[in-house]
């Protein structure tokens, strides 16, 4: 069955998620607790990739994300694990009486998911390296897939301290070579 239009709790944050990307936030608003609850009930919110009042704030796609960890941090407040299960479009955005935002949103495809034969072999060891030397994101990523290329440089891209703005453009006006180009000229450098 295709989806073709779901309202979702839209929460605006400065993250850049892609499909099968993890993070951890914190929930401690009471806006965004309700929104959690929501969320379990209903097949999870959407990640508004928000910047201020950067040009990325009038962007009309998110990451749509399932909750997958519950957890309480040392200070009592909510912490929870959220994976990337899709892109999305989001329209007719609404804000109810909690200053909760809603938005009609439908999947849109992304470059991520496909197959690609190529062989990233630095680009794979290098970030293989940072999970190593990171316990709290190698614990976010219980499966990874270091030797598929679009994985790969789906976590660079959200990994690397990038404008948004510029990680943006590779949500659609983008494809997999030019995403892998920017990341290995970063990493070159």
Known sequence: MKITS??????PLPIFLLPEGVTK?????????????????????VIW?????????????????EIINFDQGEDGVLEIDVKCKALVEINAIE????????????????????????????????LADVFANNPNLDELYQQKEITRPSWVIARWLELLPIDLDIKATFVIEHDFQAAKELVQSVIDK
């Open 6 to 11: 779901i309202n979702l709790p839209v929460f």
């Open 25 to 45: 936030l914190r929930i401690f608003e009471p806006r965004y607790l309700k929104m959690i609850g929501i969320a379990s009930k209903n097949g999870g919110f």
């Open 49 to 65: 990739a928000k910047n201020g009042d950067s040009a990325i704030s009038k962007s009309s796609w998110g990451s749509w994300v």
């Open 95 to 126: 804000v109810d009486s909690d200053k909760l935002y809603f938005g009609d949103v439908k999947p849109i495809p992304h470059w991520s998911q496909t197959k690609v034969n190529t062989s990233l072999t630095q680009l794979s060891e290098s």
